[in-house]
């Protein structure tokens, strides 16, 4: 069973940057594959980056490419999102999901452990 906390989300002004932090414990994070997600209000829950356990296999949305970066430290079993370029309409709460295998998916429903989620609000 894989427990995951989010942290480093807030308010920022457009054009800003935010890192998210998703710290994992129990399951095996190592071979973890990590995503993040984001539900703005109203709309669903949307992929936003996923990544396998060696970093090898990135997967972005493209309305975030060339923006964000994911990426994990397996030593500190974490997984980060970087947001650069920040816009209103990335304003959402934003999710760290796991799965426990180790393809990278980018739907909902193949992720096993999901976070509380962190709000981000870019202001215009």
């Known amino acids: 069973q894989v427990q995951l906390v989010e942290s480093g989300g807030g308010l920022v002004q457009a054009g800003g940057s935010l890192r998210l932090s998703c710290a994992a414990s129990g399951g095996t994070f190592r071979r973890n594959a990590m995503g993040w997600f984001r539900q703005a209000p109203g709309k669903e829950r949307e992929f936003v980056a996923g990544m396998n356990w060696s970093g090898s296999v990135k997967y972005y949305t493209d309305s975030v490419k060339g923006r964000f970066t994911i990426s994990r430290d397996n030593a500190k079993n974490t997984v980060y999102l970087q947001m650069n370029s920040l816009k209103p309409e990335d304003t959402a709460v934003y999710y760290c999901?796991?799965?426990?295998?180790?393809?990278?998916?980018?739907?909902?429903?193949?992720?096993?452990?999901w976070g509380q989620g962190t709000q981000v609000t870019v202001s215009s």
């Open positions: 999901a796991a799965d426990d295998g180790i393809v990278v998916y980018t739907t909902t429903y193949e992720y096993d452990y």
